[in-house]
Nanobody
Framework: VQLQASGGGLVQPGGSLRLSCTAS????????VGWFRQAPGKEREFVAA????????YYADSVKGRFTVSRDYAKNTVSLQMNRLKPEDTAVYHC??????????????????WGQGTLVTVSS
């Protein structure tokens, strides 16, 4: 499965962006799809995840209430709607797919397939 992340860009604080993760060469069926981000000089951190079957969602405390992860069966796509963006949200955002379970959902090691990343810059 190849993943393609898109939708990054430059946005002012308080603004919104919508990231998309599309699968090719397969589907997300049976997988959990996660979003991770990595800022310069920092470790990769969990942002949000969704179970493709069932739609259960999981969020980091830092984005809860501002970000929403969703899935579109017809487009084989997972989206991350990011609202009320802050400068500290600036990072390269990666989507990933794997057979993560509840206890491992926030760990990058639970994901097998990774997209190339899309840069989100929040700055005035």
């Amino acid at each position: 499965v190849q993943l393609q992340a898109s939708g990054g860009g430059l946005v002012q604080p308080g603004g919104s962006l919508r990231l998309s993760c599309t699968a090719s060469g397969g589907s997300f069926s049976g997988y959990s799809v996660g979003w991770f981000r990595q800022a310069p000089g920092k470790e990769r951190e969990f942002v949000a995840a969704i179970r493709w079957s069932g739609g259960n969602t999981y969020y980091a405390d830092s984005v809860k209430g501002r970000f929403t992860v969703s899935r579109d069966y017809a487009k084989n796509t997972v989206s991350l709607q990011m609202n009320r963006l802050k400068p500290e949200d600036t990072a390269v955002y990666h989507c990933a797919a794997g057979r993560a379970i509840v206890s491992t959902m926030r760990s990058p090691n639970a994901y097998y397939y990774w997209g190339q990343g899309t840069l989100v810059t929040v700055s005035s």
